[in-house]
C-alpha cells in the first residue's frame, strides 16, 4: 500500500484529490498507472488506445473525486471508471477498433510466435505451445465485452465475483454466468 | 485482491481461466515519466477549458444573454407565433407566373368574354389592335 514512502490508503489519497490536492493524485497515478494500462490494454489490445483510455480514467478520478462515497474500495471505484472506459471507446469507435482488433490480432499472432525461445530438444512442442496460447488469447478477445471485463478482472487482477459485480453493476450472479459463458467458450475453442 | 473466491468454479476451470490471461502478449511498456507527464498536460487543459467556462458564464453579459434566450425560448413555447400561409399570394404569384402565356390578355381583359368558350378557345386568333 505503500509508494515512495506515502503511508497513506487509497481511499485517504482520493479524499485529498477531491481537495485538489495535486501530489496526492500523483501517489495515486504512480499507484495504479501499471495495472490501469495493462487492465486497458487487455481489454482493447492497443496501446495507443490503452494509454489514453487509462489516461481518461485518471482525469475521469480527478473530476469526480469528491462523488466517491468511501462506502466501497477505492479500486473498486477506479476498476469501474476504467472498465467504463474501455466500454466507451470501444463502443465510440466500434469499426475502427474492430480494425485496430484485427491487425493488432495479426501482430499478437506472429509476436506471440516469435517471442518464443529459440527450438530446445522439442521444437514441435513448442509450436504448439505458442499456437495454443494464441488461440486461448483470441478466443478471450471473441467474449462479449461484459465477459471479456468479467475473465480479466477475475484471472488478471484477482478480483471476486461480489467485486466485480460492483465493478461491473451488475448482479454477481450475472458474474458467474458470464465466467461459465466464457469457460465454455475457451474450452470450446481449445477442442481438437 | 481477495484472498478467498466464493464462486462455483471448478479448479480446472480456474486454470483455464488463468492460461488465457496469462497468454496476452506483454504490452509495450510505457515510459512511466512520460506517460505522467502527458497525463499531467491534459489535465491542465482540462482545468483550463473548465476554469475558462466557469469565468466566461460569471460575466455580466453571457448572465444577460443566457437570460434573455432562455425567456425568449419560454415565450415562444408558451405563445408560439401563428403564421398561417397567405394562399391569396401564393395563388396570385402562381397566377403571374402563367401570366406570359396568355399573348392576347389585354384582349380578354377588355371584351371581359372569359365565359365565352369559343372565343377562348380562338383567343390567338382575334386580331389584337397593335396588328
Not at chain 1, 123 to 130: L, T
Not at chain 1, 178 to 185: G, Q
Not at chain 2, 103 to 110: F, I, K, T
Request: hydrophobic content about 45%.
Amino acid at each position: 500500500m505503500t509508494d515512495d514512502g506515502e503511508a497513506t490508503s487509497d481511499e485517504a489519497l482520493c479524499r485529498r484529490i477531491a481537495a485538489r490536492d495535486d501530489a496526492a493524485f500523483d501517489v495515486l497515478v504512480a499507484r495504479y498507472q501499471a495495472r490501469a494500462y495493462r487492465l486497458a490494454w487487455s481489454f482493447l489490445r492497443n496501446a495507443e488506445d490503452a494509454r489514453d483510455v487509462s489516461q481518461d480514467a485518471f482525469i475521469r478520478v480527478w473530476e469526480a473525486a469528491e462523488r466517491f462515497r468511501g462506502d466501497a474500495r477505492f479500486s473498486t471505484w477506479f476498476y469501474r471508471i476504467l472498465v467504463n472506459a474501455c466500454l466507451d471507446h470501444k463502443r465510440r469507435g466500434r469499426w475502427w477498433a474492430l480494425r485496430v482488433a484485427r491487425d493488432s490480432d495479426r501482430e499478437s499472432d506472429e509476436s506471440l510466435v516469435e517471442r518464443q525461445p529459440a527450438p530446445g530438444p522439442d521444437p514441435g512442442d513448442h509450436a504448439s505451445k505458442a499456437q495454443t496460447m494464441t488461440r486461448l488469447w483470441n478466443a478471450v478477445h471473441r467474449l462479449s465485452a461484459q465477459q471479456r471485463a468479467a475473465v480479466i478482472l477475475y484471472a488478471q487482477e484477482h478480483l471476486s465475483t461480489a467485486e466485480i459485480a460492483d465493478v461491473l453493476k451488475v448482479a454477481e450472479p450475472t458474474v458467474r454466468v458470464h465466467l461459465h459463458r466464457a469457460v465454455a467458450a475457451l474450452r470450446k475453442e481449445l477442442a481438437p | 485482491m481477495t484472498a478467498e473466491r466464493p464462486d462455483d468454479l471448478t479448479a480446472a476451470d480456474r486454470e483455464l481461466l488463468a492460461r488465457a490471461v496469462a497468454a496476452a502478449p506483454s504490452p509495450p511498456e510505457p515510459r512511466w515519466g512520460e506517460y505522467r507527464a502527458e497525463l499531467r498536460a491534459r489535465l491542465e487543459a482540462r482545468r483550463s477549458i473548465g476554469t475558462r467556462l466557469r469565468r466566461w458564464w460569471a460575466r455580466p453579459a453571457p448572465i444577460a444573454l443566457s437570460f434573455g434566450l432562455a425567456t425568449a425560448l419560454l415565450l415562444f413555447t408558451l405563445h408560439p407565433v401563428e403564421r398561417r400561409p397567405d394562399f391569396a399570394s401564393v395563388d396570385e404569384a402562381m397566377l403571374g407566373a402563367s401570366l406570359d402565356l396568355l399573348e392576347n390578355y389585354h384582349v380578354v381583359e377588355r371584351l371581359d368574354l372569359l365565359e365565352n368558350f369559343e372565343v377562348i378557345r380562338r383567343l390567338d386568333d382575334v386580331p389584337s389592335r397593335e396588328s
